[in-house]
């Protein structure tokens, strides 16, 4: 668990520090049809300053923005990581991630941060198998059902460049501003 030092308004971006003296910042959201959103994202090569600070931003705008999950490319970088969030698993970093085995199939309600206002009805695996590595460069492989067998799901697709919206059988609606968005 990250324990945050001070904050302070810096260049328009909310900028803190961690004990380990790294700078973090609350990233803005792309959102669609920003192409950002439509490329494949590139895998990460190894594990420096460059990507550490990043990792550390996305966890703390997920926090910010009260996300269950976020992946780079929407906060602008094109890279294989993601940062998932949900209450009682604690914050999981994945950095290349993969589903490795998926099982069962089943109808889920969910929205996305880079589709603001709407929320679709779509068939996602029941569980899966990811594997990845962690913010240590660590190979870690995660079993997961429910509500974060989903968000897996649903970051890992943005690092294919794909939507929620973009899958065929999705039916969208349309939800008043500010509701909650997965
Ligand atoms: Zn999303």
Redesign the pocket.
Known sequence: MTRWGWCKVYNSALVSYNFCGVIMAILPIRVFPDPILKQKSKRVRTIDGSVQRLIGSMIETLHYIHAA?L?AP?VGFPLRIIVVGIPEKGDIVLINPEVVRRKGECLVDEG????PDYRGEIMRAEAVTVKGRDQNWKEIRIKADGLLAQALQ??ID?LKGI??IDHPETKIYKIEPGEAE?
């Open positions: 999950g992946a929407q996305c941060l880079s589709v649903h970051e943005h939507l929620y997965l």
